[in-house]
């Protein structure tokens, strides 16, 4: 009698997983969204300008560090662990990626679009970040020790457990910003 359970046991596991794969594979058969809209066509006299909502999402995060930098934008994408120590992404347009554990130290994102991105536990030690956008930012753990973030929207972001010791926050806007057990020591203010 238990072998015959045992048998069934593993045959409505093998089922399973086999059942599991077919759906896995069918969902990454698909076509992405972004693929499927429809443009639209402008009502106005003038004509709109012309803005790329691609997300990189589903592209490698080498894919989209080259992107990045030949680009200088990459709205939405996956750069979780990028190595970018020392690069110039002055002004690059990062809305909404993710930037978890990459490597930032000494990167210039001066002026740089961060609104809505997840910075939580990357290294942007010495980087100079001054007028950048961050509002909405995560934060969270991430470490921003001699960073200059001056005149910085901060503005909604995360910096729970950041370390901003001797940061710049001249002028920056912090305004609703959440600073729990963030560590300002000798910061600028």
Known sequence: MNKLNSKKL?????TSVFVALVALFSLLDQPSATAQQTPSIPTQSTPEPV???TTYSTFSVSENVKHLLQTNECVGCNLTGAHLKGANLQTANLEGA????????RANLQGTNLQ????????LGK?????????GANLFDADLEKANLQAANLQGANLQKADLEKTNLT???????????????DAIR
């Open 98 to 105: 993710n930037l978890q554990d990459a490597d930032l130290e």
């Open 51 to 53: 803005v790329s909502n």
């Open 116 to 123: 809505a991105t997840n910075l939580q536990g990357a290294d």
């Open 10 to 14: 593993t045959h409505w596991i093998v």
């Open 171 to 185: 002028n920056a806007n912090i305004e609703g910003a959440n600073v729990q057990g963030t560590d300002l020591e």
């Open 127 to 135: 980087a100079n970040i001054a007028g950048a956008n961050l509002h």
